[in-house]
């Protein structure tokens, strides 16, 4: 870990992202709640204001703001690493570096969104505050050390294979179904529920979040150690491609 | 000091994937303070040399040993970002090295004499802008070796004197190896020279006739 890399890349990648030139700060903040606040506004007017005995915009609510922490630091990681291929020039600057200094920012920005987002819709009377603040919190921390961790084996990975995006496209399209953003454990009959619990790690996330959100309206299934031990694994094999991403990548 | 031991460099051919050797058992040495310049025509190896010097490149055998800090190859491209003003590439390579915003904006805005330019993005900038950013902030951060690839014939005898005092009368303790074709930037900043051919090194003691024999190739 290079803490003074990172954070110059940090800088650096806020600078560019968004720069004097455009709404600024403002956009890191605006920009989920331009996609989040029509779905909300559709799906509240369409469907029941209660559904399974869950307030209808609180329960669109935790669904979309994780799916949307996912899709923007995947999407991006994706060719992350040769986009800046010209800060590897600097023998201090590794590939991991960039990637934790682009993706990280994205990470920290999503989870500063989704927190702002929390606030307007409880001034607006849409959310009310979480039954329980940890694990309302671990749930958007797992959800963005989750999207991380895939987020870095794909920015390895498409360095190697140039097929990935095109690869990455329809799964982040399934993944709206079987992430848990539609739907939540206790709604799926048991034997199912204990293999989408096993091999599918933003589920879990989910339920954490939920769980915190929601208190125990509802039945909530996680395990927060297996989820940690599979994250980890993810994050081993990320790091791993990443090291030895060096030798694909072409200095311009 | 830096030692260049029997190095070589091979790459895969896109098309057929046969081996292309560009360097071929490479071996000089750097003191401290010399100042070495290098030649060979296009794709005769020089970049791939100097990025292998400055570490962000590895060869494919031989090896390179570094006792004094070297710097990134500075060049038009790599090391600084295009889409960035210049103030943001003085604030990024301050971050990075650690040192003082301030005192490198000073350096580099005395150095390189860009005016308001550096309030603008960098691709709006030519050549010879881009070069003395570039070799201004690598100057600024201080290193005991400077790589520079192919600096641009900046042309104005002011940049040229003061690259010139910079290196020569302000850090003759340092070093330099420069690849370049202009023969004047050459003579002015360095003196020996190595002649890169056909993936072969040949040291030079006597500039002129590595100059004359690099004419001839």
Redo the contacts between chains.
Sequence with gaps: MQRHAIAAIMRREFVLRWGRRNLGFAWLFAEPLIFAFPVITIWTLVRAPFEHGLPMTAFVWSGYMPLLIFRHVTMGAIFTIRQNVGLLFHRRVSPFDIFLGRQGLEALGNLASVAFSFFVLHIFGFLDWPYDYTLFVLGFVYTAWWSLAVALILASLSERWEVIPHIWSPIAYLYIWFSGFLFMAAWVPPNIRAIILAIDPPFICYEIERAGLFGPRLQFYYDIPYLTYVLLILTAIGLWLMHHVRKHLELE | MIRVLGLYKEYRSEVNHRRIRVLNDITFSVAPGEKIALLGRNGAGKSTLI?MI?????PTAGTIERSMS?S??VGL?????S??TGN?NI???S????KDFGAVREYVEDFAQLGKFLSEPVKTYSAGMRSRLNFGLSLAIDFDCFLIDEMVAAGDARFQRRSHEELFEKRADRSLILASHVPDIIRSHCSRAIVLHYGRAKVFDDLDLAISIYNDL
Excluded at chain 2, 54 to 58: K, Y
Excluded at chain 2, 77 to 81: A, C, Q
């Design positions: 990025r400055s570490g962000i490149e590895l070297v990134w190859p491209i790599g090391g600084i970002g889409s960035m943001d604030r990024f390579i971050r990075l090295y650690n």
